[in-house]
C-alpha cells in the first residue's frame, strides 16, 4: 500500500512538473509564478504576517482557530461553486439551499427524530433542488443565472414555510450530537468543519484531476459543442455538477447549524457573493474550463483574513466590501495582465 | 471489394430534399474527394455516414454487411470517424486529452479508478509521431497553431482502428503552409489503408491528394471518377452547373 503511494506520489510530482515545463517552455518556477492561485496565497501569507506584528490579538491561538473555522463555511460551497462555474455555468442559490437545508435538519431534529434521519432529510433536500435546478439547465435550456436567481427566492421561502420563520435552538433527542459536530474538535484541536473541509477539498481535487466527471466538466467549460460531439454526457454531468453545488451547500448547512446551535430564516442570506467571489479570487475563470479546489480554499480564506484584519486594526467594518471588492477586482485584473502579455 | 457501398440513399427534411438517390463506394486506401457548392449535399451526406442523420431512404452496407446508424458513437464503433469543421477541440486541455476525449483511459488506484495520465500521454505521443506532426501531448490546445490542430483531432481518429475517415474542410481556415501539414496527414491515413473522405471546396487540395473525385449537385451525385482522367475545370463546371453530368 505504502509503495502504490509512493509511486502515484511520485507519477503525480512527475505529471504536475512535466505539465508546467512543457506549457510553459520555461522553468517551473516561472510556471509557478503564472499561477493566479499562487499569487493570492502569497496575500494571504504577507496580511497573516503583517497582522502578526500589526496586533496583538491576530497570532492568538483563539483568533486563528476561528478564522479558520469561519473561513470552512466559504470555502466548502466554493467548491462546489468551483465546479458550476468550470463547468461554465452558475449558482445563485447556494446561500438559500444552505438556509433550507439548515431548517429542513432543525425542524425534522426539533419533532423528534435522530441526527441521522435530520441529515439525511437535509441531504436529500439540497440532491432534489440540485437535480431540479440542473434538469432545468441541461435538459430544457433555461440559463443557469436565471433558473438560480428563482431557486434563490423558493428556498429561502420554503424554510420560512417550514418553519413558520422561527429561530430553531433545539434539536430534540440527539441536540448534543449536533452540537458536536458542528462545534467540536476532535482530532489534535483542530476545528471540525475546518476537517470537514479539508476532507471535501481533497475529494473535489481528486474528482478534478483523476476522474472522467473532472475531464468532462473542464471540457464542457470550454467548448459544450466539441463535448456533445465527442460522446461527452454533458447534459447528465451538468445536472450532477448542479446536485454537487447544492450538496455543498447542505452539508455546509449542517456544519453550521451543528456550530451555531440555531438556525434563524436569514442564514446564509448574500452568501452567494461571497462564494462566487472567493472562487473567482481562486482562480476560477466565470467564462467556464478554469478552477481548481485548492483555488476555492485560498480565496476564501484570503476573504476571511480580510474582514477579520479589518476588525482586529479597528477600521470601521462598513470598509469591509470595499476590501473584498477590490480583492476580486486585484486578482482577475492579474489575470488579465498575464494574458494581455501573452497576446503580445 | 468496397469498404462502404451507399444504394439509392436520399434524405429530406420536410420537403427539402437534401440527398436524392445517391450511390458511391468507398474503396480501403483510397482518397475520395468530395466537392460542391453550398447547399449541395455533401455534409448531409456525410452526416448520414457519421450517424448524425439516418437516411429517409436507401441501404448502407459496410463490408458487405447491412449498417444502420442511431447514434454517432455506433459509427465510431463500427470504424467509421469523422473530423469535425470545428475540430470539436477543448482549448484548456492539453493534446493528449483532447485527443482522449471521451475515451480517457483510466487504471486501478487501490479501490479507485484514476486517468491513466502516463500511458495516455505516451499514446498520443506515438500517434502524433507517426503522424510526423510536431504536436507534443503535453501541450494546451491553446498554443497550437491551425494545423497541430488538425493533427489532435485527426489523432483521434487513429485510436481504435477505423477503416473510414470523414473530413469535413479540414483545410478551410488554416495557412498555406499547414495546409501542406494537413495533406500529409491525409496521406498517412491513405497509407495505413484507411478510406479518406474529404469534403472540401479548395480545388487545389482535391487535386493535390485525392484519387478520385465526387461531385454532387442539389442533392445528387453528377460526377464520380479517378482524379487523373478529370480536371479543375471539369470539376468547376461540374459544380457551377455549366456541365450537366458525366
Redesign the interface.
Known sequence: ?IE?ARR?WD?TMT?IL??TI??KQQNWLTAILGRQTFWVLIAVVLACIFLSFATDSFATAKNLYNITRNVTFIAIVALGMTLVIISGGIDLSVGSVLCLCSMVLAVVMHAGYSIEVGIAASISTALLIGAFNGILIAYLGFPPFVVTLGMLSIARSLAMVASNNTVVYQFGPDHDKLLALGGGAWLLGIANPVLYMIVLALLTG?LL????FG?YV??I???E???T????PVRKIKVAVYMISALSAGIAGIIQTGWLGAVTTNIGAGMELQVIAAAVIGGANLAG??GTASGALIGAALIEVIRNSLGLLGINAFWQGTFIGGAIVLAVLFDRIRNFRHSE | MAVLELTNISKHFGAIQAVNDVSLSLEAGQVVGLMGDNGAGKSTLVKMIAGNFRPSHGTMYLNGVELVLHR??EA?QHGIEIV?Q?????????AA?NVF????M?RA??P????D??TM?RRAGEIFRELKSET?S???VK?MSGGQRQAVAIA?TMLSEATIVLMDEPTAAISVRQVAEVLNLIRHLRDRGIAVVLISHRMPDVFTVADRVIVMRRGRKVADKHIATSSPEEVTGLITGAIEQV
Not at chain 2, 470545428?86 to 492539453?94: K, P, R, S
Not at chain 2, 476525449?101 to 480517457?104: K, M, V
Open positions: 500500500m502504490t502515484y507519477e505529471i512535466d505539465q512543457a506549457q481528486y484531476r483523476w476522474t472522467r475531464r473542464f471540457a467549460g470550454d467548448n459543442h466539441a463535448a460531439l465527442t460522446g461527452i474550463g478554469v | 454517432p458513437v465510431r469535425h470545428d475540430l470539436a477541440l477543448c482549448n484548456n486541455l492539453t486529452a476525449l471521451g475515451r480517457e483510466c488506484f487501490g479507485l479508478r484514476v486517468l495520465y502516463r500521454y507534443r503535453r501541450d494546451l498554443q483521434r
